[in-house]
């Protein structure tokens, strides 16, 4: 195929230049397999890192991980003009292992990178780079060397502003007693020069931080500057960034303001980066799908002329024992690939049925309690307050993983706590037998299960019942642990359809083994019986 002649490349490359970044994504994988269908190496290797770098820009990490690993062979190191896109494809990787944490392969990456950048500029832009990984793994000595050799070179002013702010920051983070104001404050006046709006991001946050612990009423002015930049780029991240600084250094009543507006947009985020991985994982399985499917209707015609053949050389038996056979091989091939798209579908579904799990839990659930908290406790502070924002937002950035599930060593103190932080003037929490000799056998899912199933009856007693009172009785009977919940609320009829909430608690019970019953009489309140084995 000569070279420039793949329609579906040049349109996923008009979609990637106007932002259409989906779009692209989905041309940049038809053309691919155009690119494959002729044996164009370098064609294929330039769509998996277009669709790895966007894919890095929506937030897929570990999908922009995979696709640059899958590129890297089908680049020919020995061809110079090919090293421009192996320099883009490393430097992919050392962003996504950076973004992901694992600063020691970033450092990797970006030196893979390097050997195959020519050009003096983009060279110190790694090194800057590799800098910034040593510094985010504690070894600020490396970062703080690598910085000054790059400031001893020949620097635009964007270039020498970014590596200054670097390396002035990196040198408080390691003597706290330095006077890092200076040169933040320099670098700072010349991406204002600049116009450097990204940069005076980065410059703002340093400020902010640096000035925290000794000047707060200035570290607040440059946190409000920072913020109001990150809403001029509609960045989320930075905008996140900000109000996490926001939250900490503003009035108690300003906080909550700011806390509200901060689990609003990481939820928005959080969602729209689950939606793209969904998105962009779908494309790909249907582009497979589709080449199996046309791979098997070559496999057909093949036999299908094959047995031909054989009718015209061979007997009337031996061509009826090959329909035969070939009819066999057909419906068992069929039904194995049935097997497989059906197992391959139920996979996404349950990926997706977790996700949307977790979602509740963890971002529905968890925010609801914490907002109940700030609401009925009048005394919480601004501290509790960050607590509990850094600890919902560690759960909201692991919610795409599996981790394993830990015994808590305080359970009892865990779920009384939970269940008091729903009480209020309007609202009387009792609770009853909740003791350690009652837990001491349940394992991590059991504890696990038992919270969230408690936390949702919680938050519907409190978004729906009505009521002013509210039991817990616990007890252990027959090597199983029996929890009775009553409220004086308006109840549910029988009619009444669960909605997710109580289904999940359902399945959850039936995680654990367990059995759920409900006595309500609508307007009389509602008595729930659990119970379910100790471990």
Not at 229 to 254: G, M, V
Request: include cysteine; hydrophobic fraction near 35%.
């Amino acid at each position: 195929m000569p070279h420039g002649s793949n329609p579906l490349y040049d349109k996923a490359h008009v979609f990637n230049d106007s932002g259409v970044l989906d779009s692209a994504f989905f041309y940049f994988n038809q053309a691919k397999d155009i690119f494959s269908q002729h044996g164009d190496s370098l064609g294929v290797g330039k769509c998996l890192l277009n669709m790895a770098m966007i894919s890095n820009v929506k937030g897929d990490d570990f999908g922009a991980q995979e696709l640059s690993l899958s590129a890297i062979a089908f680049f020919n190191p020995y061809k110079v003009d090919q090293h421009i896109y192996i320099q883009s494809n490393y430097n992919n990787l050392g962003m996504t292992s950076y973004n992901l944490g694992d600063f020691s392969r970033a450092i990797e990456f970006y030196n893979m990178a390097g050997k195959y950048t020519p050009d003096s500029a983009n060279v110190l832009i790694l090194k800057n780079n590799i800098a910034n990984s040593y510094r985010r793994g504690g070894d600020f000595q490396k970062s703080i060397s690598m910085y000054s050799h790059i400031l001893s070179q020949k620097l635009s002013g964007r270039e020498f502003a970014r590596t200054l702010s670097n390396f002035a920051y990196t040198k408080w983070l390691q003597n706290p007693g330095y006077n890092a104001a200076p040169e933040l404050i320099k670098a700072l006046k010349i991406r204002q020069k600049e116009n450097d709006l990204q940069g005076q991001i980065s410059s703002y946050t340093f400020l902010t931080d640096y000035f925290s612990s000794h000047n707060p009423k200035r570290a607040l002015s440059c946190a409000n500057r920072l913020y109001t930049i990150a809403k001029k780029l509609n960045h989320p991240n930075d905008k996140l960034e900000a109000l996490q600084r926001l939250i900490k250094l503003s009035s108690e009543s300003q906080s909550k303001k700011y806390f509200t507006v901060h689990q609003d947009l990481a939820d928005s985020l959080q969602t729209a980066r689950n939606a793209a991985k969904n998105q962009f994982a779908l494309i790909r399985y249907e582009s497979e799908k589709s080449k199996s499917d046309n791979l098997r209707l070559q496999k057909e015609n093949r036999e299908k002329t094959y047995q031909v053949n054989q009718q015209k050389i061979g007997t009337y038996f031996i061509v009826s024992l090959m329909i035969i056979g070939g009819s066999f091989a057909f419906y068992f091939q069929k039904k194995r690939k049935e097997r497989l798209m059906l197992s391959a579908q139920n996979k996404i579904k349950e990926a997706r049925l977790r996700t949307s799990k977790k979602v509740h839990d963890v971002v529905a659930n968890g925010l609801y309690k914490v907002m109940t908290e700030i609401e009925n406790q009048s005394g919480i502070g601004k501290e509790e307050i960050l607590d509990r924002l850094d600890l919902m937002y560690q759960k909201s950035r692991d919610i795409s993983y599996e981790v394993e599930e830990q015994p808590s060593e305080n359970y009892v103190h865990q779920l009384n706590t939970l269940m008091k932080s729903f009480e209020s003037e309007r609202i009387q929490v009792g609770v009853k037998g909740n003791s350690e000799d009652l837990w001491i056998n349940a394992n991590a899912q059991v504890q696990n299960e038992v919270e969230h199933i408690l936390q949702e009856l919680l938050v519907n007693m409190d978004k729906h019942s009505q009521a002013t009172r509210v039991t817990f009785i616990f007890r252990q009977q027959d090597g199983r642990i029996y929890i009775t919940y009553q409220d004086n609320g308006t109840g549910i009829s029988e009619e009444t359809v669960f909605n997710n909430g109580l289904q999940s608690t359902g399945n959850r019970i039936k995680n654990i083994h367990g059995e759920i019953t409900f006595d309500s009489k609508l307007g009389k309140g509602l008595q729930i019986e659990m119970s379910f084995p100790i471990s």
